[in-house]
């Protein structure tokens, strides 16, 4: 268990991490110091400055934690793709519809032209280490002869950009843009099916969203 002064400065840093992205949202990554961040998070500069000396080290944990996995997630044991990608794409949507996550995005996409190594932290600790667990499992399938890929890096492009084209990009623009959790489970489903009508060694049946199963 955590100790007290554990829990405190996880509790803080919590704080640092919620006010930075809200200011980096409303006024700008540039235009927000540490110290107007340390003020909005109820701490004192020193303990801010304990934890992030600099701005961009802040940036890097607020990307690390948005797209950080529940605790033991471990890519899926290959021979079973349906169940494999099922759960990776299900995995996906739920890092991509994290509160916060749009506002993230946003931040990174308007701050990019002048702060390029913003959207380098969000490629490189974020989207890639995902992307990578991925491609290495479609590797493994193939390995295991479970699935036909030439292109892991290809095939698992197209995997993830058919779920977040529809679970994930409309809401940077439609800013009510909720699609219900049956829809979700339907994109990740036709996103596996896809994949495997394409890439699957035989032609396994999958569970749809509503619990029909397809060949």
Do not use: C
Not at 182 to 208: I, M, N, Q, Y
Request: no cysteine; net charge neutral.
């Amino acid at each position: 268990m955590p100790t007290y002064h554990e829990r405190m400065a996880e509790q803080k840093r919590t704080a640092i991490v919620d006010a930075a992205t809200g200011l980096f949202l409303e006024s700008g990554y540039d235009k927000t110091s540490l110290a107007r961040i340390a003020d909005a998070a109820g701490v004192s500069k020193a303990t801010l400055f304990k934890q992030f000396p600099t701005k961009a080290e802040l940036f890097d944990a607020i990307v690390t934690e948005y797209w950080r996995t529940e605790e033991g997630a471990l890519t899926p044991e290959p021979g079973d793709p349906v169940t494999g990608l099922t759960a990776l794409g299900n995995r996906y949507v739920a890092l991509l519809t994290r509160p916060g996550m749009a506002d993230l995005f946003r931040i990174v996409i308007a701050e990019a032209p002048r702060f390029p190594e913003l959207g380098q932290t969000q490629f490189k600790l974020g989207k890639l280490p995902f992307f990578d667990a991925v491609r290495d499992y479609l590797r493994a399938e193939a390995l295991a002869g479970t699935l036909n890929v030439e292109d892991p890096v290809q095939a698992a492009t197209q995997f993830l950009g058919m779920i977040s084209n529809f679970a994930f990009w409309p809401r940077m623009l439609l800013v009510n843009w909720a699609p219900t959790e049956k829809a979700l489970a339907s994109s990740v489903d036709e996103a596996v099916r896809t994949l495997l009508a394409r890439h699957a060694v035989t032609a396994p049946a999958v569970t749809g969203a509503a619990g029909a199963t397809r060949a």
